[in-house]
């Protein structure tokens, strides 16, 4: 975004509403007579909310706006058939689904008369737009990956949303936890909560036993807090004081219970650690 307004373009950005989903009244209405590209998010990748991406794209289409959809996190979680989503491109990636790192691949379609600068210069490879030789185990792998999650995506989703809802439930249960984003229109294995407890950040700091993250994993290691979840009207304590969990394919029950128990302990003591402080 700042790089094309670097370059002179005019750029919207719109906010989600506080479940994480865009309004589509608003979204039309952002649309300008000069707008020539929409981008969003299929999957968010802290929230994990799923956008209606097939009518975005019946909104863009008629009014000749080039409509790009972000579907790293998607593949595997939901069914994209790009001839019923109205998408022109959509860019992917291996490694959110169980593949190799550094590879990835964007969908052009053909009938749309999309024009795209040349990533790379010089031989002219990929019709022009990607110069040099490419890994063909990373393609290999990529491919082979996708096909497996599409294989078993409809019997491997279930799984992963029983053992999500059944973490889910143990945490809602507590008057700490906030969840942020909508429940229904929600990748199978994302949870993302905050606290609603004062100064917390080191009690989740203190999370070593299992694997968790405070933020996305594009912007980890920074001390900003998630501009994801300020969208979503969070204020600046809130947003700080949240937790994302990713359950997998390759979680157990054991896992997930052992999990639940140990969140429910730290968010216990940090509670008791505040009750104790003096007034």
């Known amino acids: 975004m700042a790089e094309l307004e670097r370059q002179g373009f005019s750029v919207t950005v719109l906010a989600p509403e506080t479940n994480g989903l865009l309004d589509l009244d ?34 863009c289409r008629p009014r000749g706006v080039l409509f790009h959809v972000d579907a790293a996190q998607a593949t595997g979680k939901v069914a994209i058939d790009t001839r019923q989503l109205n998408v022109d491109l959509m860019s992917l990636t291996a490694h959110k689904t169980y593949g190799p790192k550094g590879i990835g691949a ?100 203190s999370l070593t036993d299992i694997a968790v993250s405070s933020t ?11 501009h ?7 204020d600046t304590q809130l947003a700080g004081n949240s937790i994302r969990i990713t359950v997998g394919r390759f979680n157990t029950d054991e896992e997930i219970n052992f999990a639940a128990d140990y969140l429910v302990q730290k968010i216990d003591e940090c509670r008791a650690a505040l009750e104790r402080q003096p007034a």
């Open 26 to 59: 608003k979204f039309s209405a952002a649309i300008r007579p000069d707008t020539v590209l929409a981008s969003v998010m299929l999957v968010n990748n802290e929230i994990g909310v799923i956008q209606d991406i097939k009518a975005i794209g019946e909104i």
């Open 216 to 226: 996305s994993a594009c912007s980890s290691g920074g001390a900003s807090v998630s």
């Open 228 to 234: 994801v979840l300020q969208a979503l009207g969070n």
């Open 106 to 205: 964007l969908y052009v379609a053909r009938d749309r008369r999309v024009r795209l600068e040349p990533q790379m210069h010089g031989g002219g490879h990929e019709l022009g737009m990607r110069s040099g030789t490419l890994a063909t185990h990373q393609i290999v792998g990529m491919g082979e990956c996708l096909r497996i999650a599409g294989t078993e995506m409809a019997t491997e989703m279930p799984r992963v949303r029983g053992m999500r809802d059944k973490l889910y439930q143990r945490l809602a249960a507590r008057k700490e936890v906030q969840v942020n984003g909508d429940m229904q229109n929600r990748i199978a294995g994302n949870l993302n909560f905050s606290l609603k407890l004062p100064n917390c950040d080191q009690m989740i700091a």
